[in-house]
């Protein structure tokens, strides 16, 4: 049963892929509404035209879908405060501005460019903040008749009462402002479009928002945005502002770190539910410590009173970590499956279905992100393969590994390739007959010969699954290749 007192939003604008930080915001959103058994609504705000685009709004959808946080109400799929867009309400907020006006909590500012720089002038030279003096909101009928008549259009400007403003963030606790230090600011532009400021409380007035859960740089907008609640008349919700997330060097987390938006997360082979997990614990942890959580668990144990007041580091290494763990505990039929996308240039058909899955079993412990899987099975393809010449110099190359590759040449010749725990204990017993070699050169010439490289899959299984032919010719090759 969903409760009627308890409906978040997350409003992102459509001027680019969704951001991590905005993700991280809908997650908990999302979480707060799921353990309240309320709704969780999506709203696009595109009253930015130059800047807005339609495909960056179907990110915005792919990506929560993506990372498994579905919307109750929203464009897709409407509700009962449609419309979600906010380039369609344009008339509701023409109205609630226009009631700001009557009451005298809103008037109109006919000030030019150039009489609000001269005004940034003087308080510059006076070394002051520059606080609009609000001189318009004095003007007669004349007055105002007169720009009107010389074609200037003007902006709507809220009238700021200069007072001290409290408010309590879920978060953050008790936050003191002074208005005062504000001035009167601009809600409507002359284009008779919305600031931000505006536009938000209306939405949120207007779709019933119980609580605005959101990154602690909207702390600034608060007091404005409370004010127009009470001009209004309006219930104010209750605040909640998250720490920012932080990259590793405490600097703001910028494409200079890498990866920022979710879908390059997600394309860079980094499990949906293991990247949501991660994104969850960004600001929260666990009660009992464990941090590998489904997003079902971790609505349980959710509790916004234990959200962090402070910043957030976006540990990559924790996020590798968390996401080579998911890869390791899936069972081998999804990864297989998933693991498909990224390898399209691999010719997979030289395989079976049963030998994919045996060859994704070998490497899959080894993988940080699944799109690494094309890269470490590489050597499975193929008639010969590829090494570098370091490997060759350093290793193939020398007069032991010659010898161990022209007594393996005989092994091979005689293994039963369809059976990996047999070709195992061969290998064990190969690895004593070469002594006083030491087992590690002995493995590292047969594994360079075959695969190009010095560690990977399990040797017996890369044998049983190259088979015979290809098995003799690459050891031939390394052989007759580096005398």
Sequence with gaps: MQNPQIRVRIAPSPTGNLHVGTARTALFNWLFARKNNGKFILRIEDTDLERSEEKYVQNIYDSLKAIGLNWDEGPDIGGEYAPYRQSERTEIYREYAQKLVESGHAYYCWCSTAELEAEKEIAQREKRDFVYSGRCKKFSREETEKYRQEGRTPVIRFSMPAKKLKFNDMVKGEIEFDTALTGDFVIMKSNNTPT???????????????????????????????????????????????????????????????????????????????????????????????????????????????????????????????????????????????????????????????????????????????????????????????????????????????????????????????DAEGINEKLGEFRKQMKPLKPKDVMWAVRASLTGRTHGADIAVVIKLLGKERTLRRVQNAITATV
């Excluded at 119980?210 to 600034?220: L, P």
């Excluded at 082979?269 to 990247?275: I, K, M, N, S, T």
């Excluded at 996020?319 to 990864?335: D, M, Q, S, V």
């Excluded at 499975?380 to 090494?387: K, L, Q, R």
């Design 196 to 418: 931000y400021n505006f536009a938000v409380v209306v939405d949120d007035a207007e779709m019933k928002i119980s609580h605005i859960i959101r990154g602690e740089d909207h702390i600034s907008n608060t007091p404005r945005q409370i004010l127009i609640y009470e001009a209004l008349g309006l219930e104010i919700p209750q605040f909640a502002h998250l720490g920012m997330i932080l990259a590793p060097d405490r600097s703001k987390l910028s494409k200079r770190h890498g990866a920022t938006a979710v879908n390059e997360f997600i394309d860079q082979g980094y499990l949906p539910e293991a990247f949501v997990n991660f994104l969850a614990l960004l600001g929260w942890s666990p009660p009992d410590g464990e941090e590998v959580k489904p997003l079902s668990e971790i609505i349980t144990l959710f509790n916004i009173d234990k959200i962090s007041s402070t910043p957030a580091v976006f540990e990559f290494d924790k996020l590798n970590w968390l996401n080579g763990t998911y890869i390791r505990n899936l069972p081998i039929e999804n990864i297989t499956q998933r693991a498909r996308k990224y390898l399209e240039k691999s010719d997979l058909s030289a395989y079976s279905e049963k030998q994919l899955r045996e060859i994704v079993e070998a490497v899959k412990n080894n993988l940080v992100k699944l799109s690494e899987i094309a890269d470490s099975i590489s050597y499975f393809f193929g008639e010969d393969v590829n090494i570098d010449d370091q490997i060759r110099e350093t290793i193939l190359k020398t007069e032991q590994s010659q010898q161990v590759l022209r007594e393996f040449s005989g092994l091979a010749a005689e293994l039963d390739y369809r």
